[in-house]
C-alpha cells in the first residue's frame, strides 16, 4: 500500500520533470520587466503618433479655411474679407464674414456662438486653450489682408489687442485684393495663434511670446512652430525660428508682414 509520504514524494517529482507547469517568481519578474521595457518603448511612439494625426487634422481644418477665404474673394470681386471691425484677425471675429463659406449654418452674432457649440472646423485638436480664452477659435486672420502696407508698418502690439488699445486704434480698414499680393505662396492668411503642436516651456505662446512690462515681445516668441494656410491655398507647419520671417516688431507675427500684403513671411 502506497503511504501518504510516497504520495508526496511522487507529486513533487511530478512537478520537477514537468517544469512549463507553472512559472516561478522569477520567470513572472523577467515578463513583467519586459512588459515595462516594451510600454517604455511603445508609448512615446503612440503620443507621437497620435500628435501627428492631430497636426494632419489642423492643416486640413486651415486648408478649408483657406478655400472659404478664397471663396469669399470668388464673390467679391478678389477682395479679401473687410467688415470694417480693425480686430477682424482675432479667432472670434474672422470667422463671421467666412461663415457661410464654411458650411456652417449660424446667426452671425458672437453672443450666440459659444466655445461649446463651435464647428470641429474651427479648433485645432492639440488646442487646449481655445475653447476657454478665445472663443472656441484656435486661429486667426492675417491683418495685413485688410490694412494698407504703410498702416501695418505703423501699427503696434497694443493695437492689435482690443482690450488694451487705445480708441480708434487702426479703426481705417481698407480693403486688399488679391492682385496686390506679390508673393502668394509665402504670404500667411490665416492660421494658428498659439504654438500647440510644440508648446514652449510646459505650455502654448503666440506669436509675441510672453509678453513683458510694456508689453515687449518675450524671448520664447521664436520657440516652437504652427500650422498655416497660405494666400495661395497651401498649408503648411512652419517652424517659427527657422522658417518664420521677422515681422516689423521682430516676432514671427503674419499680422505685421514687412511690406504688409505684398511681403513675405518665410525667411
Known amino acids: 500500500m502506497t503511504t501518504n509520504r510516497s504520495r508526496r514524494s511522487m507529486a513533487l517529482s511530478s512537478s520537477a520533470s514537468h517544469p512549463g507547469a507553472g512559472f516561478t517568481l522569477i520567470e513572472l519578474l523577467v515578463v513583467v520587466a519586459i512588459i515595462a521595457l516594451l510600454a517604455a518603448i511603445l508609448f512615446p511612439v503612440f503620443a507621437k503618433a497620435r500628435e501627428q494625426a492631430r497636426k494632419a487634422a489642423c492643416l486640413s481644418n486651415l486648408k478649408q479655411i483657406g478655400i472659404a477665404i478664397g471663396m469669399y474673394t470668388s464673390d467679391y470681386d478678389s477682395s479679401y474679407p473687410n467688415n470694417g471691425d480693425p480686430y477682424l484677425w482675432t479667432g472670434q471675429r474672422f470667422r463671421w464674414p467666412i461663415m457661410p463659406y464654411l458650411g456652417i449654418g449660424q446667426k452671425q452674432d458672437p453672443a450666440a456662438f459659444t466655445s461649446t457649440a463651435s464647428p470641429a472646423i474651427l479648433i485645432c485638436p492639440s488646442d ?23 498702416q501695418v508698418a505703423a501699427l503696434t502690439i497694443k493695437n ?108
Open 160 to 267: 492689435l489687442i482690443p482690450s488694451i488699445a487705445a480708441p480708434g486704434a487702426g479703426a481705417q480698414c481698407v480693403t486688399q485684393t488679391e492682385s496686390m499680393v506679390t508673393t502668394p505662396a509665402q504670404k500667411m492668411i490665416a492660421g494658428e495663434f498659439s504654438t500647440n503642436h510644440t508648446p514652449a516651456h510646459g505650455g502654448a505662446i503666440g506669436f509675441w511670446g510672453t509678453l513683458g512690462p510694456g508689453l515687449a515681445p518675450g524671448a520664447d516668441r521664436w520657440t516652437g512652430a504652427r500650422t498655416y494656410v497660405f494666400a495661395d491655398g497651401h498649408a503648411a507647419f512652419i517652424q517659427a525660428g527657422r522658417q518664420t520671417a521677422t515681422a516689423i516688431d521682430d516676432c514671427p507675427d503674419m499680422n505685421r508682414t514687412p511690406g504688409g500684403i505684398t511681403g513675405s513671411d518665410l525667411r
Open 128 to 150: 487646449i486653450v481655445a475653447e476657454k480664452q478665445f472663443n472656441g477659435t484656435s486661429y486667426c486672420y492675417s491683418l495685413a489682408f485688410y490694412h494698407t502696407p504703410a
